[in-house]
């Protein structure tokens, strides 16, 4: 396993520029996505459901989920702060349900 490194880019938000610059291919959709999970505070989490109601104009958990399996921009957009209603961690690799845990 590869240990992960903390930089201080980390911690800086990916800006809308950035994620317009052409480097990596992304849909209007996901830059919506990207920019709305940004808003999570660190120790935070939200839901696909709750971030899909944010967007404007709101979307699906589903559609949400399908943005952030692709996130070219990770750990800077902090996908790993959205979980699933019943608060299950886990189905960022399509396994929802097996050996995933809770938040509490």
Not at 32 to 53: D, L, N
Not at 56 to 71: F, K, M, Q
Not at 72 to 95: E, I, K, M, T, W
């Amino acid at each position: 396993m590869t240990k992960y490194r903390k930089s201080e880019q980390d911690n800086e938000p990916v800006t809308e520029e950035e994620m317009e610059s052409g480097k990596v291919a992304i849909t209007d959709f996901q830059k919506r996505c990207y920019m709305e999970i940004q808003r999570i505070p660190p120790g935070c989490v939200s839901t696909y459901g709750a971030v899909a109601k944010a967007l404007d104009p709101p979307s699906s958990a589903r559609a949400v989920g399908g943005a952030l399996r692709s996130n070219p921009f990770a750990p800077r957009v902090p996908c790993h702060r959205v979980v699933a209603s019943n608060l299950d961690v886990g189905g960022y690799f399509g396994q929802w349900g097996q050996g995933t845990s809770k938040v509490s």
